[in-house]
């Protein structure tokens, strides 16, 4: 019997994947105009190497609350912070059938709180994204009109990706 991986082993394979699904949606997206959404800032690794992946284009973040770094942290303009289920209905306002790219991260050790979350936000998220955008999330949402597509990387760490309505 193997011993699971330890949890360094763990965070290497996802901060891997989640570094070669950013990348892989960057080139899908090459021909599509729009805004890119980060759903989750969390520490603002993401997002930092959205804005490096994506120069040019504004990128937008969610969260609860803010743990990142000042420099990880988007303008006032483009931070949406508190819970999502008031943030994404008011972010559609501006934003509604616009994103090229949205990343869902809010994955934690609770499968079933992820879930249930995954259940409800995904359809919070559609509203956001144009015809032909893509999401990514480390979490499965089955939204309507999303398309699955196959995620680069090593498959000891889940990660999904979607093209909507294209």
Known sequence: ????????????ARLSRQRSVLEAAAELITDLDGPILEIGLGKGRTYDHLRRLHPGRDVYAFDGSIHAPADSVPPRDRLFVGDFRETLPAASADLAGQAAFIHAD???EDRSRDAAQAQWLGP???????????VAADREMAVDGWQPLPAPGDEAWPYFLWRVRG
Do not use: K, N
């Open 124 to 134: 919070m998220i559609d509203p956001l994204a144009r015809d032909g955008a893509i």
């Open 106 to 108: 809010f994955g934690s």
């Open 1 to 12: 019997m193997t011993d699971p991986p330890s949890r360094l082993d763990r965070m290497i």
